[in-house]
């Protein structure tokens, strides 16, 4: 999950810079006032949105499967503890029921 943010980050980082040299050099237009570094953040996040979610796709998919392998193995262990717990509490009303 962190080398995808990481790619991200970096896609994120290229287009900003691609953006800022086209602002300065007159191909892209400025923004209003004070505005121009603004401009340039929102173009950078306009272009690197679909450039990472075409570029990563493998990556997030990898991902993906991380995240789901380990919310099994949570779910897993969630279970085996409840089932822990109910044969406890069986073995104890067992108990109290000889008694």
Known sequence: MLRYTLMRLGIFAGCLVVVWGLVYSGLFPRGL???????????????????SFVLLRGERER????????????????????????????????QGQGA
Do not use: F, H, T, Y
């Not at 789901?68 to 009303?93: G, I, P, S, T």
């Open 63 to 94: 991902a993906s499967v991380r995240v789901v392998e380990r919310v099994d193995r949570m779910k897993a262990n969630l279970d085996a503890n409840r089932n822990q717990e109910d044969q406890a509490d069986d073995a104890a009303r067992a």
């Open 33 to 51: 006032g004070n505005s121009n570094g603004m401009w340039i953040v929102l173009l950078s996040l306009l272009l690197s949105a679909p450039l």
